[in-house]
T-cell receptor, first 114, second 115 residues
């Protein structure tokens, strides 16, 4: 993930639309990537992960795309619902061997309007 | 599945006091991580353990911070003495490392305020 700033990117969508949240990472040796959702007052909640030997992975209503050439990761949420409103973080293992020693991005605030 | 359990949820203390944060990882997980979250710096790894052994403490900011894992089901993060700049949300997380790796799962954190 990239370094942290005070002003988080925001994405505002209508209920039912598809959402795409983007993330850039800096370490070309990273081989594990993960997305988390964080609601107010709670810890980050695991959404989906992907290893560098894949470029796409799908879950329930979510898809993660990995482009290693440009060091870019995206999270697609289909049919976004108000309950999806949260801060979304990407993270990577920064070239290390541990899948828990993660470098986090700054986060993106997703707001879903009914 | 009880998830990662942290206590207390909130801690307010005065500068100079000792603070102890507690964590119970998910049963069966063999790796435990302490992260800190602030508005300025986001989520940062402080220290992690594999099989109760500290592996990497390079993220621990100062000697005032210490962490222990006396057994597979309990860990503490201690700050002594605490300072206002330690105010943050501290998260504990656990995972299964090794061949059958699992994603990192977080607790709901301890919000620390040092006045």
């Amino acid at each position: 993930g990239e370094s942290v700033g005070l002003h988080l990117p925001t994405l505002s969508v209508q209920e039912g639309d598809n959402s795409i949240i983007n993330c850039a990472y800096s370490n070309s040796a990273s081989d594990y990537f993960i997305w988390y959702k964080q609601e107010s007052g709670k810890g980050p909640q695991f959404i989906i992960d992907i290893r560098s030997n894949m470029d796409k992975r799908q879950g329930q209503r979510v898809t993660v795309l990995l482009n290693k050439t440009v060091k870019h990761l995206s999270l697609q949420i289909a049919a976004t619902q108000p309950g999806d409103s949260a801060v979304y973080f990407c993270a990577d293992n920064a070239g290390g061997t541990s899948y828990g020693k993660l470098t986090f991005g700054q986060g993106t605030i997703l707001t879903v309007h009914p | 599945d009880a998830g990662v359990i942290q206590s207390p949820r909130h801690e307010v203390t005065e500068m100079g006091q000792e603070v102890t944060l507690r964590c119970k990882p998910i049963s069966g997980h063999n790796s435990l991580f302490w992260y800190r979250q602030t508005m300025m710096r986001g989520l940062e790894l402080l220290i992690y353990f594999n099989n109760n052994v500290p592996i990497d403490d390079s993220g621990m900011p100062e000697d005032r911070f210490s962490a222990k894992m006396p057994n597979a089901s309990f860990s503490t993060l201690k700050i002594q003495p605490s300072e206002p700049r330690d105010s943050a949300v501290y998260f504990c997380a656990s995972s299964l490392a090794g061949g059958a790796r699992s994603p990192l799962h977080f607790g709901n954190g301890t919000r620390l305020t040092v006045t």
